[in-house]
T-cell receptor, first 113, second 116 residues
Framework: GENVEQHPSTLSVQEGDSAVIKCTYSDSASNYFPWYKQELGKRPQLIIDIRSNVGEKKDQRIAVTLNKTAKHFSLHITETQPEDSAVYFCAAGLSGSARQLTFGSGTQLTVLP | ETGVTQSPTHLIKTRGQQVTLRCSSQSGHNTVSWYQQALGQGPQFIFQYYREEENGRGNFPPRFSGLQFPNYSSELNVNALELDDSALYLC???????????????FGSGTRLTVV
């Protein structure tokens, strides 16, 4: 089955700096790569996603890049703000009827004021 | 609010007992997936229901079972509870399967299960 590895597990940045979180996946059949933000005690919320037919996607301060050959994808947050502090999870999805997502182990991002 | 509601929000059970968790999907979503999130880890796929039938299952034993009802709501049942079953159980609804794949998961707030 699919295996998703995520690093770093913790990341501290100064407000205004950029943050980068990286994930690798094992199953070359995976074609959907979402990123979720989970604040303490709350539900995971989708912040951006990318499909395997594109290499990069941006949404304001957030961008995701995908390298299918190397089987890795990354989340980039620019101009970080204290409200960006949360746990971020990457995930990979297999095409087909089951539509399950395999999640990484998460990155605790702390933005220092 | 996302429209996906789960109940109860918190639950404490004794090892060996049985538990039922409930999920109401977002309007228009007929697919429900269940995930287990242990403390400090990412969610792990348990199973998915589509049109009242199980439509994919992760690496969980048979004591984890589920149901989906005609109104697309769902239940997760866990028998013979073990201490390791303590976790946040998340329900996610999504729009119909097909095409390139709409994974637009909307997660509920989850049920925090503690087994003692």
């Amino acid at each position: 089955g699919e295996n998703v590895e995520q690093h770093p597990s913790t990341l501290s940045v100064q407000e205004g700096d950029s943050a980068v979180i990286k994930c690798t996946y094992s199953d070359s059949a995976s074609n959907y790569f979402p990123w979720y933000k989970q604040e303490l005690g709350k539900r995971p919320q989708l912040i951006i996603d990318i499909r395997s037919n594109v290499g990069e996607k941006k949404d304001q301060r957030i961008a995701v890049t995908l390298n299918k050959t190397a089987k890795h994808f990354s989340l980039h947050i620019t101009e970080t703000q204290p409200e960006d502090s949360a746990v971020y999870f990457c995930a990979a999805g297999l095409s087909g009827s089951a539509r399950q997502l395999t999640f990484g182990s998460g990155t605790q991002l702390t933005v220092l004021p | 609010e996302t429209g996906v509601t789960q109940s109860p929000t918190h639950l404490i059970k004794t090892r060996g007992q049985q538990v039922t968790l409930r999920c109401s999907s977002q309007s228009g979503h007929n697919t429900v997936s269940w995930y287990q999130q242990a403390l400090g880890q990412g969610p792990q796929f348990i199973f998915q229901y589509y049109r009242e039938e199980e439509n994919g299952r992760g690496n969980f034993p048979p004591r984890f079972s589920g149901l989906q009802f005609p109104n697309y709501s769902s239940e997760l049942n866990v028998n013979a509870l073990e201490l390791d079953d303590s976790a946040l159980y998340l329900c996610a609804s999504s729009s119909p399967l097909g095409g390139y794949g709409d994974y637009g998961y909307t997660f509920g707030s989850g049920t925090r299960l503690t087994v003692v």
